[in-house]
C-alpha cells in the first residue's frame, strides 16, 4: 500500500511558467514532508520542506503547500528553468521519529527552453 | 569531498555472487540510512543506523541482506547470493544530530547488476 504518492509520473511546462507538482499521502502520523530532486546517475539533493504546523514553506523559487485535511501536498517552482528539468520526489515522516523516509514514485518534470 | 561518498558507482555480478557496498557519511552526522531504487520505483527503505543504538533493520527485503557501521562512520551493506531482484540503485544517506527536522543527504548510488 502506497503511502504517499505522486499520480503524475511526468509534467511538460514551458520556461518562465509555473510548474506544479503534487502529492498525496495517507499516513496521518506523517508530520514532516519534503521534496528532493534528482538527476540521473546522481543521487537525490535535497530542495525544501515542510513541518505540519505550516501550511507554506517558501525558498526562493520554490514553495511547498500542505493541506493537511486533504492530506495533500504541492510544490510550485516559478519562474521554472530548463535546469529544473529532473525528477521530483516526495517524501514524509512519521511524527516523533528520526527514521525513515516515505518517497513517492517521483515526477519527471520538463522545462521546455 | 563534503558530501556522503558511495562505491562503486557501478557493479555488475553473476546470480549467487555476494557483493558488498560502501558508504561514507557526511563528517559528524549521526544518522545513517540504506534505501534502494528499483526502476522507476521510488526509494525503499533498507535499514537506518543512529549513533551506537541497535540498528532498525526493518526494511531489509531477507536475511540475505545485511549491513554494518564501524565507529560510527563507514557503513557497509553485504547482499549475499545475488538473485536478479536484486538489481538496483543503492542509495546512502546520512543526517545530522540535533533536531528531527532536518533533511537526509544523499550520495550518489551504487548501480547494481546481477546478471
Known amino acids: 500500500d502506497q503511502q504517499v504518492k505522486q499520480n503524475s509520473p511526468s509534467l511538460s511546462v514551458q520556461e518562465g511558467r509555473i510548474s506544479i507538482l503534487n502529492c498525496d499521502y495517507t499516513n496521518s502520523m506523517f508530520d514532516y514532508f519534503l521534496w528532493y530532486k534528482k538527476y540521473p546517475a546522481e543521487g537525490p539533493t535535497f530542495l525544501i520542506s515542510i513541518s505540519s504546523i505550516k501550511d507554506k514553506n517558501e525558498d526562493g523559487r520554490f514553495t511547498v503547500f500542505l493541506n493537511k485535511s486533504a492530506k495533500h501536498l504541492s510544490l510550485h517552482i516559478v519562474p521554472s528553468q530548463p535546469g529544473d528539468s529532473a525528477v521530483y520526489f516526495c517524501?514524509?515522516?512519521?511524527?516523533?521519529?528520526?527514521?525513515?523516509?516515505?518517497f513517492g514514485s517521483g515526477t519527471q518534470l520538463t522545462v521546455l527552453p | 569531498g563534503a558530501g556522503v561518498s558511495q562505491s562503486p558507482s557501478n557493479k555488475v555480478t553473476e546470480k549467487g555472487k555476494d557483493v558488498e557496498l560502501r558508504c561514507d557519511p557526511i563528517s559528524g552526522h549521526t544518522a545513517l540510512y540504506w534505501y534502494r531504487q528499483s526502476l522507476g520505483q521510488g526509494l525503499e527503505f533498507l535499514i537506518y543506523?543512529?549513533?551506537?543504538?541497535?540498528?532498525?533493520k526493518s526494511g531489509l527485503p531477507s536475511d540475505r541482506f545485511s549491513a554494518e557501521r564501524t565507529g560510527g562512520s563507514v557503513s557497509t551493506l553485504t547482499i549475499q547470493r545475488t538473485q536478479q531482484e536484486d538489481s538496483a540503485v543503492y542509495l546512502c544517506?546520512?543526517?545530522?544530530?540535533?533536531?528531527?527536522?532536518?533533511?537526509?543527504?544523499f550520495g550518489d548510488g551504487t548501480r547494481l547488476s546481477i546478471l
Open positions: 543506523f543512529q549513533g551506537n543504538s541497535a540498528p532498525d
Open positions: 517524501a514524509a515522516r512519521a511524527s516523533g521519529s528520526a527514521r525513515q523516509l516515505t
Open positions: 544517506a546520512s543526517r545530522g544530530a540535533g533536531s528531527f527536522d532536518q533533511p537526509q543527504h
